[in-house]
């Protein structure tokens, strides 16, 4: 039984419809990332995962069940839906006191989480003073509030810096492999790559891809390899397996990881003078598979 | 219980709740103590009607704070993270009906100790005539009692309405414009509802048709109570899309 699911999820606002037939599964033990153009149906899914609105039609279970009915709420789930969700005249600690009281959690674990969320000194501060990112670290302590089997977080990485990024991605990969779910949203692909194991790709309310990142990045970006005798090389690529494009004297090879080239290129005695992931084609590949239409959404872009 | 404390904790760590009380006291204290120093002692002949119900303004005051009891958690967008924590939203209704009737009883008792301490110390030692002791007793209790009710009647109308200013102004006006208009209509339909209600609780004797403070308070209940039971029917079914 997958620990989140979506069975032809639809969702309709009068004539608009943000989620449309969707039907997808998330499994713990990795990150798994909802990525899609803005408007694209990410947190009409996620509320509807969460009880927080009711789907027109189909359904979403939370360990096989209706969200509605969770017996421990905190304790099976914990969400970070925007970072604005707060009273400003409230402060952090206090907004945490008020989750722990309501889901029969000892109160000392609002102190707990806030030290994990590195927020300790302003918890006594009045919301209204925070930064965008200190809001995101409140939002993912609340999230935690309840040590959770399962994580949903919308556009977590929006306004952290780049350090606080990586600390986000340390602390979703090591909620992860404890066996949790995460399940993770986001409209930047670049910020995907740096969390995500498993990507859902939606568009229009619509699944368009569910793949690993892994694949999704293998099949899109190539290793661009410049080297003493290319032609020599090249051979022994194509023999190999591989897909090979030239531009400006370098090799463009699709289909082989890194250090099968490398292995290859010492057989054959090639000396390898650079050899690198074309990563700007990541970004191609994504706009490819969303369709380039979508302009408004600012896909794919650091936005 | 544990949703009760929850809702307390929310009432209790924004300033807006300590604020609105606070001006509401201090207000009926001002009343309350200048009213009885300064008024000649001639006219001032029935300190349960003029002093002892106060001046509305702490009325008006916990009519808001109960609006804004739940149109925060919308405005502010913690009605999701409220919901999270308790997916069965007919509980968290209860405990927030329980919250605003112990605030409102909070402010009832404060007012006493403010108008009675104020008014009854300063007249006394002026030597005015002061009611029998049963009577203030029946126009405090009143007092007492209509706050948390019409906190709760500020709660229902929150519910319903949920855009915070929206229902702030809809609570007032409904309370203090229209409820009063029905006193024109012939009969005695007038006196079911809020604002007369209200009156009748306080000890008003206007009118032939007065409920009495058993029945001012029952009304006021009613209506308390039927908005809350339509504003929770409303939110439990809301998407709560933002």
Known sequence: MAELEVRNLTKRYGRTVAVDDLSFAVDAGCVTGLLGPNGAGKTTTMRALLGLLAPTRGEALVEGRPPRGMREPLRTIGAALEATAFHPGRSGRNHLRTLAAAGRIPASRADEVLATVELGAAARRRVKGYSLGMRQRLALAAALLGDPRILILDEPANGLDPQGMRWLRDLLRTLAAEGRTVFVSSHVLSEMAQIADELILIRRGKLVAQTTLEEFTAEAVPMRVRCAAPDRLRAALVEGGATVAEEDGALLVGGLEGAEIGELALARGVALHELAPQRSSLEARFLEVMGEDEGEGGVGDGA | ?242
């Open chain 2, 1 to 242: 219980m544990n949703l009760l404390r929850s809702e307390w904790i929310k009432l209790v760590t924004i300033r807006t709740t300590w604020t609105m009380l606070g001006l509401g006291l201090l207000g009926e204290a001002l009343f309350a103590g200048l009213y009885v120093a300064l008024r000649p002692l001639g006219e001032l002949t029935d300190f349960g009607e003029e002093v002892a119900p106060g001046t509305g303004l702490l009325l008006v005051l916990t009519l808001v704070l109960g609006v804004l009891a739940i149109t925060t958690e919308f405005r502010h967008g913690t009605a999701s993270s409220t919901f999270l924590a308790s997916p069965r939203r007919h509980p968290v209704l209860v405990a927030k009906l329980g919250a605003v009737l112990l605030v409102g009883l909070l402010a009832g008792l404060l007012f006493v100790v403010v108008n009675a301490g104020l008014g009854v110390s300063i007249l006394s030692s002026r030597g005015g005539e002061l009611p029998s002791f049963s009577d203030l007793v029946s126009i405090y209790a009143g007092v007492v009692v209509s706050l948390p009710l019409i906190c709760a009647f500020g709660l229902g109308i929150g519910a319903i309405v949920r855009n915070q200013v929206g229902a702030i102004i809809a609570a007032i006006a409904f309370f203090f414009v229209l409820s009063p208009l029905p006193t024109l209509l012939p009969g005695s339909i007038g006196d079911y509802f809020p604002a007369q209600a209200i009156g009748s609780l306080h000890g008003h004797t206007e009118g032939e048709a007065s409920l009495g403070q058993v029945g001012g308070g029952l009304v006021l209940a009613a209506w308390a109570l039927g908005l809350w039971a339509i504003g929770t029917a409303i939110v439990v079914r809301r998407d709560l899309s933002e």
